[in-house]
């Protein structure tokens, strides 16, 4: 194993002087299939060789969820690309993660049955079928390496809101620590020594679940993309990154006594790793035909535009400006509002060149634009949603435009906009007033607890709405004809010089009044961090302080 990171979990002591007799191999929350440059790099065909290292342990391989979106790809195949490379590395279960459903049922009832493996979802239900959602399978004993294992697929109850593709009125959940404390009983009754729920949800719950439930040996996880380990009241808890970067060798041994421990190592993909053969041919066969279409640079950055989870999720940031920016400059309304989860890059993007490629792995999903009227009120209730969760790693957490406000982190959640700093277009928010908000189709439906929004009336009917992708190509397009490098054939030059008080445009408009002669204007410019989201502290601090 010479040629694999591998490290020690500090929660689990060492097993090396009992007997393995059972070695699982976990990961989860696999959107890009190929590597990225930094360390490490991951990629599907080198985790492909990182996992047949173990081959000669015979590994039960588990995945827990999230792979069919969103990504480049997935934009394009639905996620098909992702049943060959699963096929491939010889996964043996999964559970269903929030993301196997983003195009809709009908999608994913295709392409699970041309996997080799059965994906759990064991608390969720389908009101029109009564069967579980997706038809996961509610559990099932799989004897590997002589041992019966009991399997079972949990899900939290807060992703269910966020599903764009099913109702939530049309499906049933169960509580995961009930519906775990039946199942285990039965796979008890039916022979299992070792019972394992696949879970797709945060941190929290997971813990509930080892703290509050009966008859469970293991947890293994997924929704959080950070690597973790840890014991709580003796079941072990593996959430195992993201993205094909990390894998988690878990060494079940059977004690003196008779009961189960684990050993677990964190297994890195590192660049040094060969690529396997197979699964590269694979990769190159999906990406090679659109290799052309995804380098087409769009735009020439001046500024890096900071996607990381942890900046988009937290605080107003200069990727959340400019894309809120060109959603008012599209649509002509007061104020944007943008779910942070819609930006999914998690990466810094350099200055330079951005191509079609960088902007569909910020925004992969092909999210429909509205312009709802919403009242003041409902204006302030949403905002109090989006930074209700702080400082949690929450995508309903907000990007704005037209709008700024001061939020208090320390008061309790429902309570922390302070509303004499809600300023729309520069003025006191009126609550009795009503305002023309942008947003995403998939908030006007009440989704990341946007309920507030639900029955706005639209400004225009869903058939004329533009996808957030296309706005922000328009927006790069029309920056290019403002400063005369791209020539406007029709005369119709698109949203962005229609809004003549636009941020972007007044941007714009000053580099290129202070360009010096024979000097090159960058085609997009790119607003910085300008206090639209801050935070108050109403206790401990009388200043304001800046969020950023």
Same mark, same amino acid.
């Given at each position: 194993?010479?040629? @694999?990171?591998?490290?020690?979990?500090?929660? +689990?002591?060492?097993?090396? !002087?009992?007997?393995?007799?059972?070695?699982?191999?976990?990961?989860?929350?696999?959107?890009?299939?190929?590597?990225?440059?930094?360390?490490?790099?991951?990629?599907?065909?080198?985790?492909?060789?990182?996992?047949?290292?173990?081959?000669?342990?015979?590994?039960?391989?588990?995945?827990?969820?999230?792979?069919?979106?969103?990504?480049?790809?997935?934009?394009?195949?639905?996620?098909?690309?992702?049943?060959?490379?699963?096929?491939?590395?010889?996964?043996?279960?999964?559970?269903?993660?929030?993301?196997?459903?983003?195009?809709?049922?009908?999608? /994913?009832?295709?392409?699970?049955?041309?996997?080799?493996?059965?994906?759990?979802?064991?608390?969720?239900y389908d009101r029109f079928t009564n069967k579980t959602l997706g038809h996961g399978?509610?559990?099932? @004993?799989?004897?590997?390496?002589?041992?019966?294992?009991? /399997?079972?697929?949990?899900?939290?109850?807060?992703?269910?809101?966020?599903?764009?593709?099913?109702?939530?009125?049309?499906? @049933?959940?169960?509580?995961?620590? !009930?519906?775990?404390?039946?199942?285990?009983?039965?796979?008890?009754?039916?022979?299992?020594?070792?019972?394992?729920?696949?879970?797709?949800?945060?941190?929290?719950?997971?813990?509930?679940?080892?703290?509050?439930?009966?008859?469970?040996?293991?947890?293994?996880?997924?929704?959080?993309?950070?690597?973790?380990?840890?014991?709580?009241?003796?079941?072990?808890?593996?959430?195992?990154?993201?993205?094909?970067?990390?894998?988690?060798?878990?060494?079940?041994?059977?004690?003196?006594?008779?009961?189960?421990?684990?050993?677990?190592?964190?297994?890195?993909?590192?660049?040094?790793?060969?690529?396997?053969?197979?699964?590269?041919?694979?990769?190159?066969?999906?990406?090679?035909?659109?290799?052309?279409?995804?380098?087409? +640079?769009?735009?020439?950055m001046d500024i890096e535009l900071d996607g990381r989870c942890a900046t988009v999720r937290r605080g107003e940031c200069n990727i959340g400006n400019l894309i809120t920016n060109a959603m008012l400059e599209a649509t002509h309304a007061e104020v944007a509002l943008l779910n942070s989860g819609t930006l999914r890059s998690d990466r810094i993007h350099p200055t330079g060149p951005l191509t079609m490629r960088d902007l569909l792995q910020i925004l992969p999903i092909n999210d429909l634009v509205l312009v709802v009227e919403a009242t003041g009120q409902q204006l302030y209730e949403g905002l109090e949603n989006g930074v209700r969760n702080y400082p949690e790693l929450d995508g309903r957490f907000p990007q704005v435009a037209g709008i700024q406000f001061g939020f208090d982190p320390n008061k309790k959640p429902g309570a922390r906009v302070i509303a004499k700093t809600v300023k729309v277009q520069g003025k006191i928010l009126d609550k009795a007033r009503r305002y023309l908000v942008a947003m995403k189709e998939y908030l006007t439906k009440g989704k990341d607890g946007y309920t507030m929004f639900q029955g706005c009336p639209l400004s225009f009917d869903i058939e004329n709405a533009q996808i957030l992708s296309t706005i922000l190509v328009n927006h790069f397009e029309s920056g290019m004809i403002v400063r005369g490098l791209k020539t406007c054939r029709s005369g119709h030059r698109m949203g962005l010089i229609k809004v003549s008080d636009s941020p972007s445009v007044s941007a714009i408009e000053k580099s290129v009044n202070e360009k010096l002669p024979g000097e090159a204007v960058s085609v997009a410019v790119v607003p910085g961090v300008e206090g639209r989201i801050y935070h108050i502290f109403t206790e401990s601090q009388s200043e304001t302080e800046a969020e950023g």
């Open positions: 194993m010479s040629n @694999i990171s591998s490290e020690s979990s500090p929660a +689990v002591p060492s097993c090396k !002087e009992l007997e393995v007799v059972l070695t699982i191999l976990h990961f989860n929350d696999a959107y890009e299939i190929e590597a990225r440059s930094e360390e490490p790099v991951g990629g599907a065909a080198r985790f492909a060789t990182a996992m047949k290292e173990f081959q000669a342990l015979n590994p039960f391989v588990v995945f827990s969820g999230d792979c069919l979106n969103p990504s480049v790809l997935s934009t394009i195949t639905k996620g098909k690309h992702m049943v060959d490379i699963l096929n491939k590395l010889g996964v043996h279960c999964a559970v269903y993660g929030n993301h196997e459903f983003d195009f809709g049922v009908d999608v /994913l009832e295709e392409l699970t049955p041309q996997m080799t493996f059965p994906w759990f979802l064991s608390n969720v399978l509610v559990s099932n @004993i799989l004897e590997w390496n002589g041992q019966k294992i009991g /399997l079972m697929g949990l899900v939290e109850e807060d992703w269910l809101d966020t599903l764009g593709t099913v109702d939530r009125n049309n499906i @049933i959940y169960v509580d995961y620590v !009930e519906t775990a404390n039946s199942l285990s009983a039965e796979l008890r009754e039916q022979g299992a020594k070792l019972v394992i729920a696949l879970t797709h949800m945060r941190w929290h719950n997971d813990i509930r679940l080892a703290s509050e439930s009966r008859g469970l040996d293991l947890i293994l996880g997924g929704h959080d993309h950070e690597y973790g380990v840890l014991e709580v009241n003796g079941i072990l808890i593996v959430k195992s990154g993201s993205e094909f970067r990390y894998m988690s060798k878990i060494d079940v041994v059977r004690d003196h006594d008779m009961t189960f421990k684990y050993s677990c190592h964190k297994i890195s993909t590192m660049k040094h790793l060969e690529e396997d053969n197979e699964i590269k041919q694979i990769v190159n066969g999906y990406t090679n035909n659109i290799q052309h279409v995804l380098g087409e +640079v769009i735009c020439h």
